[in-house]
């Protein structure tokens, strides 16, 4: 006879990781300390459980938003991670998102499970809850690949930027030289780019010119099969 199945009494829950970007500095991760059991005190990624009643894309938000007083300008689903004890409570799945902000665009404010809200370079790490590295570790790889076909990084730049500060995102997120020669003929060959009439003065040098994204454009092309590459 066969025994009866057991019943699943696993819980869902989502966590974000969250890049900024200050300029001329290293690439940020939002953290937030935990106020609560199991490890609290500690540093963490923002997130929790989903409610019954509520779908995934709409957790993450609530949830930046409760911890960190946040809303994403770019935010997509990375990965599912699911190890057995992972949680010292419970069997929890989640579902890790990666998210884009400005961090000037954004005050942070911590709240419901968070004590505080916080950037961290991604070089400066502190220990961290969970199995929250190794989130970060494949939201670092993702985006370093993702930022070379898809001009995802201009979510972390200000409206209006010099051409020097989105090559050194590229390079800061990369983590490599770029060729700035090369890098910039390819990126200014898409016309993605509207020069406005507003300058940057750096350093001893003459002032350099502002440009935004088009975005508009950058869909209109992407509908007609465009590939944006930058290598």
């Known amino acids: 006879m066969e025994s009866p199945k057991k019943l699943q009494d696993i819980k869902v829950a989502v966590d974000a990781v969250i890049f900024g970007y200050f300029d001329k500095k290293d690439l940020q991760i939002l953290l937030i300390k935990r106020n609560i059991e199991p490890f609290k005190g500690g540093w963490a990624l923002p997130g929790g459980l989903v409610l019954d009643d509520e779908n995934l894309d709409d957790a993450v938000k609530r949830e930046l938003h409760e911890e960190a ?14 190890n057995v004890g992972r949680d010292p409570r419970n069997r929890v799945v989640s579902i890790a998102y990666l998210g884009l902000v400005n961090p000037s665009y954004h005050e942070l ?8 809200a916080q950037w961290f370079s991604v070089n400066q790490l502190p220990k961290l809850a969970f199995d929250h590295q190794s989130i970060i570790d494949i939201a670092l790889k993702r985006l370093r690949t993702k930022i070379q076909y898809q001009p995802i990084g201009f979510n972390l730049l200000n409206d209006e930027f010099a051409f020097s500060d989105l090559e050194n995102l590229y390079k800061t997120i990369i983590g490599k030289e770029i060729d700035r020669r090369n890098f910039r003929k390819k990126i200014m060959s898409y016309g993605l780019l509207n020069e406005t009439n507003n300058l940057k003065k750096e350093g001893s040098g003459r002032p350099g ?3 935004t994204f088009n ?15 930058i290598k």
């Open 109 to 116: 404010f911590a709240d419901s499970d968070a004590e505080d």
């Open 209 to 211: 010119k502002l440009f």
């Open 69 to 82: 007083g946040i809303k994403p300008d770019f935010l997509e689903q990375l990965y599912t991670f699911g």
């Open 215 to 229: 975005q508009e454009k950058y869909r209109e092309l992407e509908e007609q099969g465009f590939y944006f590459e």
